[in-house]
């Protein structure tokens, strides 16, 4: 259990004590559990890019916990029902047609500063070989400088690593486009160790892949994203966003 200050920390601790948690296969049921790796982490949300020619597989993932109860039918009076999505369905019920309960309550496990209970990063970029099944290198993805307790902006580049959606892209060239972190930046990092190369700021976060082509009447090539926001960030926008990349001389 981590917090920004001793307080989060020991509210975490706490938490987590009054919780099941039996590993990644904790049974559910009507005492709150964890659920580690949850539905909001792992690799599960932006899909996979991968070098063909260095047999290198790209991924994101996010670590966010979180503490779940299953709800009978009495207990379910008390809650509103939601299949909002993130981070809407917080302190709700979601629903389910059948069987003893009426629904689950899924909540992130984080503290009253609105900041996860688990030590960051919380959300990294894998490159994995795809001929050793190793791992080549990972790196945390995105600073706090659009977040911060209570969702106040920090403003500060700090490189915690924060929760990742979207969906990297890589290039034969040795570069990897993304743009799914949780501040406003579409970067390019090399694919050969994860070394930040580029970033440009964009008008709120991007949940999605970028997209790199080449114009076939002048031969220049593009990257493109489409900006619409980030998850836990009240900002959005309405904007494909195209970046040309220079042209060999």
């Known amino acids: 259990m981590w917090g920004v200050s001793t307080f989060d920390q020991l509210y975490c601790r706490i938490m987590f004590k009054n919780s099941v948690y039996e590993g990644p296969f904790t049974p559910p049921g009507e005492k709150p ?29 996010m670590r966010m916990p979180l503490r779940m ?34 629904g689950v309550r899924i909540d992130i496990l984080q503290s009253p500063l609105q900041v996860p209970c688990n030590t ?5 970029m894998s490159a ?13 993805m995105g600073t706090a400088e659009q977040l911060g307790p209570m969702g106040i902006k920090s403003h500060l580049p ?21 743009a799914g972190t949780q501040d406003y930046y579409l970067r390019a990092l090399d694919s050969m160790n994860g070394k930040e ?7 709120a976060g991007a949940v999605a892949a970028p997209l ?26 309405d904007d494909v966003i195209a970046f040309d990349l220079p042209t060999k001389e």
């Open 128 to 140: 994995i070989d795809l001929r050793t099944k190793k791992l080549l290198w990972q790196v945390p």
């Open 33 to 61: 559990y964890i659920e580690w790796p949850s539905l909001l982490g792992g690799m599960n949300w932006g899909g996979i890019s991968i070098d063909e020619a260095n047999d290198i597989l790209f991924v994101n993932d």
């Open 197 to 203: 190369l580029w970033k440009a700021p964009l008008p």
């Open 69 to 102: 109860m299953l709800v009978n039918h009495e207990d379910a009076k008390h809650y509103k029902i939601s299949t909002d999505e993130v981070p809407g369905f917080m302190g709700t019920l979601r629903p389910q047609i059948a069987g003893p309960y009426s």
């Open 158 to 178: 700090m490189p915690m690593g924060m929760p990742t959606l979207g969906g990297p892209t890589s290039t034969a060239s040795g570069l990897l486009f993304f």
């Open 120 to 124: 960051p990063p919380f959300g990294t």
């Open 212 to 237: 790199v082509y080449k114009s076939p009447k002048t031969g220049k090539e593009y990257v493109v994203i489409s900006v619409g926001g980030a998850s836990h960030s009240p900002d959005v926008a």
